[in-house]
């Protein structure tokens, strides 16, 4: 082959290559929280551990990476290490992370770079999630024709899951605080 005929490739730029790698870790951090939280399945469904990487891949990598963790994780749980989350609440969280990751992401990115963003950016995803989480159980009763009535909207969104909130809205901006000090956020 002559040098004029061969096609040169492209190097990959390194910030690919490290939101890559962050993503595998908060995914893999998706497997492993709910482990340390499960052994008191009350309190490991409480804080929802689960979330906390997806939020934080959105605030790292940018909403497209956590996104896509958001959606691989409940099901890649679910069909790897065993039958929690059981299959139709992986597949209602499939929904609810997605949307946690590209909503917190998405807000961080457009909103100013102060604290107050990354609360915002915090919030509106999680109430935009949990609408999301409610759409996918009501459309999953509607198939299995069953009903999702909003008392088990609200149990499922808001009462049982306080401790999970309050754990989110303190540590999340935390770390994400912390992260930001030690460069390890992703800008591009």
Not at 23 to 42: D, H, N, R
Not at 110 to 131: D, N
Request: with cysteine; aromatic share 10%.
């Amino acid at each position: 082959m002559s040098a004029e005929t061969q096609v040169k490739a492209k190097p990959i730029p390194s910030i690919l290559i490290r939101k890559l790698v962050f993503s595998a870790m908060f995914l893999a951090l998706c497997m492993v929280l709910p482990y340390l939280t499960g052994q008191i399945p009350e309190i490991g469904a409480a804080l929802s551990p689960m979330h906390i990487p997806v939020f934080l891949c959105g605030f790292v990598c940018g909403w497209p990476w956590a996104m896509a963790v958001g959606a691989i994780a409940p099901l890649l749980k679910h069909f790897a290490f065993g039958p929690m989350p059981p299959i139709l609440t992986a597949v209602a969280m499939t929904f609810e992370l997605a949307a946690y990751g590209a909503i917190s992401g998405l807000m961080y990115r457009l909103l100013p770079k102060k604290k107050w963003s990354i609360y915002a950016s915090l919030v509106v995803a999680m109430v935009a999630g949990r609408l999301v989480w409610g759409a996918a159980r009501f459309v999953i009763a509607g198939l299995q024709n069953t009903t999702f009535p909003l008392s088990a909207f609200w149990a499922g969104a808001v009462a049982d899951a306080v401790p999970g909130i309050i754990l989110h809205i303190v540590l999340i901006p935390l770390l994400v605080m912390a992260m930001e000090r030690a460069h390890l956020t992703l800008k591009n």
